[in-house]
Nanobody, 121 residues
């Protein structure tokens, strides 16, 4: 069983910073791509940032230059440093990881439960 648990959300004023973390536990033979998504009320879930197992990163245009994704492969964690936050960054942020649970298992996509980020103007 693979579990993803996010932490670090909260309320911050515009221009402030937050750091989200996500830990992957359970059967984790290989963790491939790790991603952060977000979903604001009334909107579809959107990709915010991703990082490959080798450390290659990609970002949504709306967060480039403000957010930084990183991972610690030894600890099976992925983080999202969010700076210069704007009210439009308000959303529930979800961690996603592609995990191969064992050498005999195909890779599957797993989701965390989400953490609320609220940016006040």
């Amino acid at each position: 069983q693979v579990q993803l648990v996010e932490s670090g959300g909260g309320l911050v004023q515009a221009g402030g910073s937050l750091r989200l973390s996500c830990g992957v536990s359970g059967s984790t033979f290989v963790i491939n791509t790790m991603l952060w998504y977000r979903q604001a009320p009334g909107n579809q879930r959107e990709l915010v940032a991703g990082i490959s197992s080798s450390g290659s990163t990609n970002y949504a245009d709306s967060v480039k230059g403000r957010f930084t994704i990183s991972r610690d492969n030894a600890k099976n964690t992925v983080s999202l440093q969010m700076n210069s936050l704007k009210p439009e960054d308000t959303a529930v942020y979800y961690c996603n990881a592609e995990v191969q649970a064992s050498v005999l298992s195909p890779a599957r996509s797993y989701w965390g439960q989400g953490t609320q980020v609220t940016v006040s103007s």
